[in-house]
């Protein structure tokens, strides 16, 4: 038995009032939500759609107005919670599946102009004596949420003063790249870099200069790999680097080319005011698979080898287990 909206007043069964006002106030209820509410048929037509919808899709539907999901879902990117991209419609879904479906919706703005819109839909069935009545999907503007979100994101995930990423961001790139070996990609290296004398700049020229040193390297380091590849600072003057989808991680040469350039680029003097200083690099080099599968190892034998290029001739770069 499906409820009715009675409306009735406390106390009493009379009705509050007439069935025209109840209609009325339905109408309002749908027109002036924030939510955005769609209603379609079991083939994906539109039956109804409010005006908090029809600003999100920036379509003006009408009644009687011939139009079909498919339609609404032009030049439209559907997402999943972390904003990847899926292939199955959530509508599709409840139709063919009978079952309630959440997801993300890019929406992108037809005017000339490009501006991008977040969605959040929620699409369930309306079903009876076991057939499809209708498709009901709410959506929700969250361009605004998805903005702070991928703010939040990057400051949890990004040096404030290099911009690159950090130890954190590193870490969970590396364990993928591990993942993406197991499932039969190409390996590649981990890179550990360690500035020397870097401590004589901060006493010598101060904080600010050290910290504008940092950003040139950072910058350097950026220059020399490709963009495919991450640079992250993991801490004061400590970098790391992953070289991912390497074609050959037994070309040891090649590899050793890469900390090469690292080495004299960062050797080259740094012009920080009125001043100049140097430093130079130490490097640490583990490969995968070669070195292993498991993140916490390949990052041990790389310190492993920094630390012996620190204790030795510094400047310079060493594998791991050579």
């Known amino acids: 038995m499906v409820p009715m909206i009675n409306f009735l007043n406390p106390g009493d069964d009379t ?15 749908l027109e002036r939500s924030p939510t955005g509410v769609l209603i379609l048929t079991a083939e ?42 899926i292939t199955k419609d959530p509508i599709d879904i409840v139709i063919k599946e009978r079952g309630r479906i ?8 037809r005017d000339k102009i490009p501006e991008e819109k977040w969605a959040s839909i929620t699409a369930f069935p309306v079903e009876r004596d076991g057939g499809l ?3 009901v999907a709410l959506l929700i503007d969250i361009t605004s949420f998805k903005g702070t979100e991928e ?29 993406r070996v197991r499932r039969g990609y190409l390996g590649g290296a981990v890179f550990m870099i360690d500035l020397d004398r870097f401590k004589e700049v901060n006493d010598t020229y101060g904080h600010a200069a050290g910290d504008e ?20 600072r993991i801490g004061g003057d400590e970098f790391a680097i992953l070289l991912s989808d390497v074609r ?8 050793g080319e890469v900390a090469e350039r690292i080495c004299k680029s ?24 070669n070195d292993g599968l498991d993140e916490d190892l390949l990052l041990s034998k790389a310190d492993t080898a920094l630390y012996v290029v620190k204790q030795s001739e510094r400047d310079g770069w060493r594998f791991a287990d050579i």
Request: one cysteine or more; aromatic letters at 8%; glycine letters at 4%.
């Open 44 to 85: 994906g037509k539109v039956l109804l759609m409010n005006d908090a919808a029809k600003r999100l899709f920036e379509y003006d539907w009408r009644p009687g107005k011939e139009t079909a999901w498919v339609d609404l879902m032009k030049s439209r990117i559907l997402c999943d919670q972390d904003s990847n991209p």
């Open 266 to 289: 960062i050797s080259r003097p740094f012009k920080l005011g009125n001043n100049e200083a140097s430093v130079t690099a130490s490097i640490g080099i583990s490969m995968y698979p």
């Open 213 to 232: 040193l940092l950003k040139s390297v950072a910058n350097r380091m950026c220059s020399e790999v490709r963009e495919t590849d991450l640079v992250a």
């Open 248 to 255: 050959d991680t037994n070309d040891l040469y090649a590899i």
């Open 151 to 179: 703010a939040l994101y990057h400051q949890a995930t990004h040096d404030p003063l290099t911009g690159l990423s950090n130890r954190v961001f590193f870490s969970a790139s590396l364990k993928k790249a591990v993942a």
């Open 15 to 29: 009705c509050y009032c007439s069935q025209e006002d109840r209609q009325l106030i339905i109408h309002e209820l």
């Open 133 to 135: 009545v209708a498709v």
């Open 102 to 109: 959440s997801a993300n919706l890019l929406i992108k703005s």
